[in-house]
């Protein structure tokens, strides 16, 4: 006579069990891509790493310069490390006020290659795939003239109505310091700026000062100052995304 075969119990599984088995293997994957994105800078699937790991970001900063390129300094003061600090202070001044924040660099380290172009085109891509509301990128200036001149200028497509609306708003800002003269909103269609000209977001260069003027280096290197220029970028910033929600 044939046995009957045993019929096999049939096992449950704990779904709780294989919900944690789930989040493991995405936080698994998303340090897996981090990882590439580091390692490999230029794979177009890590392209755009940094702007994924801030979800639904408002505002888009840009620390000018970095890493290879130190932009304009003056004596050992660098206006790479100058950016980075001030843009660092403006985020979180936004993130104190429920802004969410990314960055294209928050530190002297960069991903991309040590070239201008790859370098800028890589900033307006993590601007671009954001899905933010504007994209403000810091920097210092600098002019053939020497120390003698100072201020600060704000640069954007003034034709666009609202890249003139952001101008407006966070030089209406930083007038309110008095720390040097106000140079006014320039266009830069007059002097093309890669990371403005292919930005599809409403979008601004600030050029908060001069490192080579006296009075201008010492306001942007002083801390509690530093701090006082940031706080009234980011309530420009904040206005601005206020004026213009839906």
Same mark, same amino acid.
């Given at each position: 006579m044939?046995?009957?075969? #045993?019929?096999? #119990?049939?096992k449950?599984?704990?779904?709780? #069990?294989l919900?944690? +088995?789930?989040?493991?293997?995405?936080?698994?994957?998303? !340090?897996?891509?981090i990882?590439?994105?580091?390692?490999f800078?230029d794979?177009? +699937?890590?392209?755009?790493?940094?702007?994924l +790991?801030? =979800?639904?970001?408002?505002?888009?900063l840009?620390?000018g310069? *970095?890493?290879?390129?130190?932009?304009? @300094?003056?004596?050992?003061?660098?206006?790479?490390? $100058?950016?980075?600090?001030? /843009?660092?202070?403006?985020?979180?001044a936004?993130e104190?006020?429920?802004?969410?924040? %990314?960055?294209t660099?928050?530190?002297?380290?960069?991903?991309?290659?040590?070239?201008?172009?790859?370098?800028l /085109?890589?900033? !307006?891509?993590?601007?671009?795939?954001?899905h %933010?509301?504007?994209?403000v990128?810091i920097?210092? @200036?600098?002019?053939e003239?020497?120390?003698s001149? @100072?201020?600060?200028?704000i640069? *954007?497509?003034?034709?666009?109505?609202? $890249?003139?609306?952001?101008s407006?708003?966070?030089?209406?800002?930083?007038?309110?310091?008095?720390?040097?003269?106000?140079?006014?909103?320039?266009? &830069?269609?007059?002097?093309?700026?890669? $990371?403005?000209?292919?930005? &599809?977001?409403?979008?601004?260069?600030?050029e908060?000062?001069?490192?080579?003027? =006296?009075?201008?280096? %010492?306001?942007?290197t002083?801390?509690?100052?530093q701090?006082?220029?940031a706080?009234? +970028? %980011?309530?420009?910033i904040?206005?601005?995304i206020k004026?213009?929600?839906?």
């Open positions: 044939r046995r009957l075969a #045993k019929k096999r #119990k049939k449950h599984r704990d779904p709780m #069990k919900l944690m +088995i789930l989040c493991l293997e995405l936080i698994v994957v998303l !340090v897996l891509l990882l590439c994105a580091k390692v800078p794979n177009p +699937i890590t392209r755009s790493i940094t702007s +790991i801030i =979800e639904d970001p408002q505002v888009v840009d620390a310069h *970095g890493g290879y390129d130190s932009g304009s @300094n003056f004596g050992d003061i660098y206006e790479k490390n $100058v950016t980075l600090a001030l /843009t660092k202070k403006i985020g979180t936004l104190n006020k429920g802004i969410k924040v %990314a960055y660099r928050t530190s002297d380290e960069v991903s991309w290659p040590a070239d201008e172009v790859a370098d /085109t890589r900033r !307006v891509e993590i601007s671009n795939t954001s %933010a509301k504007v994209f990128s920097h210092t @200036n600098a002019s003239l020497g120390s001149v @100072n201020g600060f200028e640069w *954007g497509k003034i034709k666009d109505t609202n $890249v003139f609306e952001l407006k708003q966070v030089m209406g800002q930083m007038e309110q310091l008095q720390y040097t003269q106000n140079r006014g909103i320039k266009d &830069q269609d007059l002097a093309p700026l890669q $990371v403005l000209q292919d930005n &599809q977001l409403p979008a601004i260069l600030i908060t000062g001069f490192l080579e003027n =006296e009075n201008d280096r %010492a306001y942007l002083n801390e509690a100052s701090q006082a220029l706080d009234k +970028i %980011a309530q420009g904040y206005n601005y004026q213009n929600e839906p």
